[in-house]
């Protein structure tokens, strides 16, 4: 069974009425879509090597205990050369500014975000916070500090 939990949102002087609020597009998806609502309902081009702010004319009150996760679509990470920069992106339960999406460009042409273009999904996900304790030694492991690649590729 799925948890659910109330999450208010808030739409902002240039949200576009036209536009859906974030919703989950099955019975079973973990992530509900967020748009891309731009001030005077304008496009935006991302030249190639360069990164954005896209709004998405929304803010929320997460409830304590919880945060969103900002993370890519399957369909536009497959078919265009746009990405989420800083994936899965983290939005506080303490934060209560627009949500904006860091996309770059990836590609070696100019790229457009429609004004409601689905760019981005968001999962609200439990947060742990740990008790930070200082110390001069940690316990051995068959790894040690082996890094990138030390596990072996096979």
């Known amino acids: 069974m799925v948890q659910t939990i109330e999450l208010k949102i808030k739409k902002l002087e240039h949200f576009d009425n036209n536009l859906p609020l974030p919703k ?31 709004p998405t004319g929304l803010s929320y009150e997460i409830p304590e205990g919880y ?24 939005i506080d339960c303490d934060y209560r500014g627009e949500i904006k999406i860091i996309i770059g460009n990836f590609g070696e042409d100019d790229a457009v975000i429609e004004h409601g273009d689905r760019i981005a999904q ?20 068959d790894r040690g500090a082996g890094g990138f690649g030390s596990t072996g590729k096979k």
């Open 122 to 141: 968001m999962v609200i996900a439990p947060v742990t916070q740990a008790t930070l304790v200082e110390t001069s030694i940690l316990s051995d492991t």
């Open 67 to 90: 945060e969103v996760q900002v993370r890519p679509r399957s369909g536009m990470s497959l078919k265009t050369n746009l990405l989420i920069v800083n994936s899965p992106g983290t």
């Open 24 to 54: 989950y597009e099955t019975a079973g998806a973990a992530g509900a879509d967020l748009r891309a609502s731009m001030p005077n309902q304008e496009n935006m081009t991302i030249a190639p090597g360069k990164r954005v702010l896209v």
